[in-house]
């Protein structure tokens, strides 16, 4: 047999060796046999060569060694070395390097590392732990074999490290352990041996390394292990009742756990093994059958969770080894049941489902069907684990639990399918949400039995896609993903991609709706989300997708509820529909279950995916993607669509994205977007000559009208496409037909209604004009007649039902319901005249530039006139005309060179809109009057003078004689009511202005000016403050219109313009302010318009003039002089006017002075109302009057008004903070730079010396207030807020108040005491408000040693120490303090 197969007997020869180490006698029997006798001469020559004292162990390792290097058996048995060599005696240092021939340098590179390490170790250097992790990469990652002499000390090494009892660290040992691990993949038997040999020790337990580390043998090396099965087994079985809980017990059980499973893997991989395969199930369980008794008998009980799980493991992958023998599998169906159990006493169940799970495993290669009542309770504890809500298992967890009942599927296909089901329609959320996820891992899997169920497990899916919970729904979603990602060409698996929009607008209508609880939103949003993702990941590259998916998604384009999902559906469209183009005729024959038949049954009409597309491309502003959606998948489908629209698409569609690219929802302008969308639309139409395919869209157009929610955007864009289309429609009856159904089926009262019907007859108007409004006027002629009759005969009510003794008793209650009857005809009669002015004025704005002329003028205008000629005129058929005139001016003015034309019937709409505002109350004027008349206005003819006066003194009057805002407010029932009546009338204010301004333009002399100055004096001189307020109001707006053209009156000034400005100054002292103020403002204007006509400004002799009336010693002079124009504040203005451009600057400055020494107070009130910050002419006149002999007096007012500033907002409660606001910051801060500028320029010390002890103490206490807390909402913010608007230029606000102090002290003490505060950095400590009362302190002391702390300063101070204010306390005591030593301040 050996000279048949040498390497067979080599491997029997191995196994023998290594499980029944045999003696020398034994292998020589042998080898006799198998050796020539040259051979076995040659052995006994080199073992007679060997030293005496070798044990008859060591000679017949020798024996081997010699044998296999000097024979043929070389060549066959060479696996045999290592195990022979594994037992051989360390090699002498004269025998090494005895091999001959060339070795590879990666060999000795691996074993000069090897060596190296090795000696590292033998010589202690370094660290242990980090010289064996080296040594095991280098194991592990080289190819070549260490020799025996090295191979012997590395074992004996880590062997002496791993079963050290003391001095050792246990990282130490565990690395020792690792280095023999890798080392058996190269020298496997070298540390088998070794391992056995401890294992084998006689009297005690083997160490917790040694059971480790063959733990790891076996799991490294199950192949290589399977020799070695049966002594190990046998060893264990010797030490099992030594065994005690601890790290011993579960170090045993994983050695059983791991060579266990090298048993399950060598069934599986037999061909791969040496070992002989016939009788090994039943050997091996033979050999393991005791050991598993005594582990269920004794260690089923043990308390800790670590020896728990160890147990587990160990016991799971013997039974798998168990279950190959019919003998031992009742038994092990027994621990099945146990192993379930244990899902209630580990704290970690994941152990207990990968030890399920790798049971399940081996019952699928063993094919040996688990009982169906240990089948169901599997079934039961997996769902019961997923279905836990209190102890959810992690992603890890789970994927083991879904692998358990595939492996049970692939048994009991549909046993779990049933069991499922039954999970599905009842029980917990949490138990359905379980139920469908694991049928959705049946999905995923590949096993026949399971793919034979997919129908069964969709159907019972199908009955939880209405759930309540969001959870479930949520599962169903996640199944559907894995069903349409799994299933490839199957019809019915592709049916459920209708329960993804379904969902879709579930989640999308419950969103709309409202009323749902933050989470029930966030659960919505995520649904929808997820709805969005799934349809968005379909591959529709497979073969067959075109049949299939193109029917099921090209449905759900149309519907609106499904609108939100058009991004990825049209994504899966466009993809579709390429794959159709490149694959022809050839896609037709890929799914021959899905019939044309069916398809087109199913696919929605071309002229629909037109109108619904358009519908979500014209509002980008909800979202931009969806617009490029719809766009993108209007030209994917235009051959579907119609035939011809393929080459305007490719040139339109283009546009429009490029149009929207770049453009969010604030940069968009809907209205223009609108626009293109419907301009896009009338551009499609062109091509297309069937009349039959136009009337289609217009019909669905409709019928997608009636299904839209009422005053809905997209319902009024559908009336606007409709409007298009009917324009682009060449079937004539057809049109007309469409015209007169929306005007007789509007209701006149419902204004969504009113404004669709108008957009569609005045669209349908552009190319049909002269049809449209000769149906529209054939409509209005039948309806005044009959309304006419109705209103001037009455109603008949003839009702023979009553009897005679119930006649009198139902006569009033009859004429009661005649009479409303009446009313509610009358109203509906009136508001549908109101619907056809305005859509008169519609059919103008679209109409044909080069049609509206020759028939806006009687056909359009005369119908509007005509239509509101009723008796009793309602508020709707008011604001229809107005609305109506101004439309149909506008539309005028738009046709833009209109030549001679004129509207004949202007003067006649001018005086119907004056009639109705001269009987409307002041109270109920319609908005917009005042707009159609300024659009009319433009038209010609021009209105004649008394025309125009008339007109406007109607105005005036509805607008000027209003009541006043209180009489309006009293008069209201409502808050509302009385604000929406002030809005109505500031409108009407405005209006009026630009009505005026208007008719100023479209003369070319001063007339129409001289009658407005005419009209508006009566109320400039009105008794009433509210009437000259209001005409002011609009006297400013007229003159700020017209002042930059004045010039058109070609030098000739105004007549009236003297009276006016004398009216003005008179004005300007008004009770109300607002009235003074407007004054001031038209006087300004008329200053300007007069300046523009004389072309002349004389202003130095005015200068000289005024410095010479003011200087004047008379009294009466001096008066006339100040109250010239008005009062002081003008002439400042003027003076400062002509200050900013004229060179006499000193004439200018002498008449402040004068204008401040007779009128102190409202002169420098007015100087302060310049604001911050002062300008070059402003601190130059501040600091005139501080050179002047004023200048005392000048400063003793400023801080007067500084300390009133200061009392009017520092009050004793915490409420006046909140009532500071920015003009009272502004306020003290221009005092603040006033004075600084004035005491810059003072010249008298002595005098400001007297006036320190009220400067000072104003000065600190602002600057305290800046940096107080209690002052930080109020100043502080106001200052902010003012040095942001650049009022204010300095960064910190109390440094204002602390530049004045110095310039303060400055002028009142000597330099050295100046010095003296920069030294002691007084200034800095002021500034910071942790040191603020420590800089007061060091203040105090330098104005006590200069001698400025007088008994007036220290009156002014004493206040402070009762104020609010915590700082001022402060500030207060820190002075006092210094000053005590003065008898005023010792005596206070």
Known sequence: MYGEDAAKVAKVLETVVENQDPEWKEIQVVLNMLLRDEEQRLLRLR?????????????????????????????????????????????????????????PAAVTTFAAAGTSLLKQLQDNEGERVETYRELESVLQGGDGCLTSGVVNRLIAEASSDMRAAQGVAGDVKMAASDVLVALARSHFHFVMSELQSHLKAMGKVPDEIV?????????????????????????????????????????????????SKGVNT????????????????????????????????????????????????????????????????????????????????????????????????????????????????????????????????????????????????????????AFLRSQLSGGSEAGRVAAVGLLAVLVRSDAPATREKLPQVVEAVGSVCDDP????????????????????????????????????????????????????????????????????????????????????????????????????????????????????????????????????????????????????AAAPYRS???????????????????????????????????????????????????????????????????????????????????????????????HKALGTALAGCQDLRHVQRQVLRFLQETNPVELSEVQGMISVVARAAEEHFHLVLDTVTMFSAALTRDWFYQTSMGWKVKDPGFCLPFLFLAFFPLLRLQQVRQQHTTERAQATCAVLMRTYSGIARHAPKEQLLSHVDKEIMGNILRLSTAKQRASQLKLALVQSITEVSCAIQAVGDCGSFELSLKQEATRTLLDWIKREPCDSLVYGVFQALEELSKLRPPLSREESRKLLSVCCQSVLSCPSKARMNRGRKTVRAAVNMQLLHRRGLEDLG????????????????????????????????????????????????????????AGRPCKQLGSLVGLLGTLTSDCLATSHQRAWLCLGYLLQMQAKTMKVVLEADEI?????????????????????????????????TYMQQSTHRPFLLHAVFLLTRFHQEPTISSLLQKGLPMDRDTV???????????????????????????????????????????????????????????????????????????????????????LSKERLLCPVSSWRKMFLEGQVLEEKPCRIFLLATELVLGKCMAQKWMQLLVNKSVWACLEDPLHHSEGVYLLSSVLLRAGLISPCLVRNLLPWLDFYSVKLRMQATACLAESHSLPCVYMN
Not at 1016 to 1042: D, N
């Open 624 to 718: 931009g993607e969806h617009a490029v959606a719809a766009l993108q998948l209007l030209q994917a489908l235009h051959g579907r669509i119609h035939r011809a629209l393929g080459a305007v698409w490719a040139t339109e569609v283009p546009l429009l994205l490029q149009y929207l690219e770049g453009r969010t929802e604030s940069s968009l302008d809907s209205a223009e977007w609108e626009h293109r969308v419907l301009k896009f639309l009338r551009a499609s139409l062109e091509p297309i000559e069937d009349k039959a395919w136009t009337v289609g869209l217009s019909q669905e157009l409709s019928q997608q009208l009636g299904s839209s929610a009422p005053s809905s955007w997209e319902k009024l864009f559908l």
């Open 266 to 417: 060598y069934f599986g991989k037999r061909e791969q093994c040496s070992f002989p395969r016939k009788g090994a199930a039943a050997r091996f369980s033979e050999a393991i059958y005791p050991v598993f008794c005594y582990v269920v008998e004794n260690w089923l009980d043990c308390r800790e969770e670590e020896a728990k799980q160890a147990v587990l493991g160990a016991v799971a992958a013997m039974m798998s080894v168990l279950l190959h023998e019919e003998q031992h599998r009742e038994h092990a169906w027994e621990q099945l049941l146990w192993l379930l159990h244990q899902y209630r006493e580990v704290r970690d169940p994941s152990r207990v489902t990968k030890s399920l799970s790798y049971v399940l495993e081996t019952l699928e290669g063993v094919q040996t069907p688990v009982p169906r009542g240990t089948a169901l309770a599997i079934s039961t504890a997996v769902h019961r684990q997923l279905s836990d809500v209190t102890k959810e298992p992690g992603p890890a967890h789970k994927a083991v639990l879904s692998r358990c009942v595939v492996l049970q599927a692939q048994m009991y296909a549909e046993e779990t399918v």
């Open 1104 to 1136: 000289r003039r005024l410095c010479e009336e003011l200087n004047s010693p008379d009294t009466n002079t001096l008066v006339q002089a100040s109250t010239k124009i008005a009062k002081v504040p003008k002439i400042l203005n003027t003076l400062y």
């Open 1180 to 1266: 130059e006149l501040w600091r005139s009057l501080g050179r002047s002999t004023l200048g005392i007096q000048v400063l003793r007012c400023l801080v007067e008004k500084l300390n009133r500033a200061g009392n009017n907002v520092l009050g004793t409660d915490s409420s006046a903070c909140e009532r500071c606001n920015s003009q009272t910051a502004l306020e003290v801060l221009t005092i603040t730079h006033a004075i600084s500028q004035v005491v810059l320029a003072l010249r008298s010390t002595e005098e400001l010396k007297q006036l320190l002890p009220h400067i000072l103490p104003s000065l600190l206490r602002w600057a305290s207030e800046m």
């Open 211 to 259: 059971l480790l580390t063959l733990g790891k043998m076996a799991h490294s090396y199950a192949l290589q292990c399977i020799p070695f099965v049966g002594m190990t087994l046998l060893a264990l079985r010797a030490v099992l009742s030594r065994v005690g809980s601890g790290r011993i017990l579960c170090a045993v059980c994983s050695v059983l756990e791991q060579w």
């Open 47 to 103: 073992l007679g060569k060997k030293q005496k004292g070798f044990t008859l162990r060591m000679h017949r390792q020798e024996g081997w060694r010699v044998i296999l290097a000097t024979t043929d058996l070389n060549r066959h048995l060479s696996t045999l070395c290592p195990c022979v060599a594994s037992q051989s005696s360390p090699e002498r240092s004269e025998d090494r390097g005895s091999a001959t021939g060339a070795v």
């Open 469 to 616: 919970s969001a959870q479930v729904r949520r599962a169903v979603l996640e199944f559907i993903r894995e069903l349409l990602s799994s299933v490839g060409q199957s019809c019915w698996a592709w049916d459920v991609v209708g329960h993804i929009f379904t969902e879709f607008s579930r989640t999308s209508g419950r969103l709309v709706a409202g009323g749902l609880f933050p989470w029930e939103t966030q659960e919505d949003g995520a649904l929808r989300a997820l709805c969005m993702d799934i349809l968005g990941s379909l591959d529709v590259s497979l073969r067959g997708m075109t049949r299939l998916l193109w029917p099921r998604l090209l449905q759900y384009v149309v519907p609106a509820q499904y609108s939100g999902m058009l991004v990825p559906l049209s994504h899966c469209l466009q993809a579709l529909v390429e794959r159709r183009e490149r694959a022809g005729c050839k896609e037709e024959e890929e799914e021959p279950d899905a019939t044309e038949s069916q398809e087109q049954a199913q696919l929605p009409a071309p002229q629909a995916l037109l109108a619904r597309l358009l519908v979500v």
């Open 994 to 1049: 630009h009505l005026m301004g208007t008719l100023l333009e479209a003369e070319e002399t001063s007339v129409c000016f001289d009658d407005m100055v005419h009209v508006l004096k009566g109320w400039l001189t009105s008794a009433k403050e509210w009437e000259r307020e209001r005409a002011l109001h609009v006297c400013a707006h007229v003159l700020g219109a017209c002042k930059e053209r004045f010039e058109l009156m």
